[in-house]
């Protein structure tokens, strides 16, 4: 067990309360609120960060989703469940989750991502709430990990069904351009900088041969979304 003082124990123990989610085993809470930046920092301990749990939350996450849509929505076909899941599971709504437990105060945060306001931001948050989801998959199986899932994402569902929700910028461009009939859009990541603990990505959205919108971020996903923002500038 690396939680090493009865003060951060405190604190996870208040945030399973927000949870509403009690874990057997608290070093996965712990691991699914270490953001690499800050295992980077701490390299002498050896801890454990959240990208392993989130990129498994992600997969929970996805399939949790699909399997509501698809029993709750049995006259919508393929493309359509696709557009409604994109806009449930795109990274402002999962970092709204985030913001209404409060998780950013829960974080451990490298010096760098803590001076830049990394408890706020978008991608952390997002990523953070993919790895709680890990965390209860692990801990306490599907259907717990499924629960909390229903209940965090509750009123993005509804609204996502009801067409209220935000449409990520990504998904927006593209149903654009295939309005148009026009040429095919691709990402492409041309330049990164920092540490592998602290970069930042640095995307350009092609239409064709066509430039259409460039966009950086602290992740590719983050990148990619403000480069199809600066696009959809141009084509709308």
């Known amino acids: 067990m ?5 003060d951060r124990k405190k604190e ?15 070093d996965l809470l712990n691991e699914g609120l270490t953001h690499s930046s800050y295992a980077n920092e701490n390299r002498k301990r050896n ?12 997969s929970v996450l996805s399939i949790v989703i699909s ?49 830049t ?8 948050l997002a990523d953070a709430f993919e790895s709680i989801i890990g965390a209860i998959y692990l801990d306490g199986g599907l259907n717990k990990a499924r629960q909390f899932v229903l209940k965090s994402l509750e009123n993005t569902i509804v609204n996502a069904i009801e067409g209220k929700v935000f449409k990520d910028y990504k998904t927006h461009l593209q149903e654009v351009i295939q309005s148009m009939n026009t040429e095919k859009i691709m990402y492409e990541v ?9 970069k930042v990505f ?7 041969s066509h ?25 709308i």
């Open 2 to 6: 690396y939680i090493e003082n009865r």
């Open 12 to 26: 996870l123990k208040a945030f399973m309360e927000k949870l509403q989610y009690t874990f057997e085993n608290i």
């Open 47 to 58: 801890m454990k960060y959240n990208e392993r749990l989130e990129f498994l939350g992600d």
């Open 67 to 115: 399997d509501y849509l698809y029993n709750h929505l049995s006259t919508l076909q393929e493309g359509e469940l696709t557009k409604i899941r994109a806009s449930i599971v795109c990274e402002p709504s999962l970092a709204n989750c985030s913001v209404a437990m409060n998780m950013g105060k829960y974080l451990l945060l490298g010096k760098g991502e803590e001076v």
């Open 117 to 124: 306001g990394g408890r706020d931001r978008v991608s952390i």
């Open 190 to 198: 041309v330049n990164e900088e920092g540490p592998d603990h602290n």
């Open 202 to 208: 640095h995307v350009h959205v092609k239409i064709g």
């Open 211 to 235: 430039v259409a919108g460039c966009g950086s971020g602290k992740s590719k996903k983050e990148a990619e979304q403000n480069a199809a923002k600066e696009a959809l500038k141009k084509v």
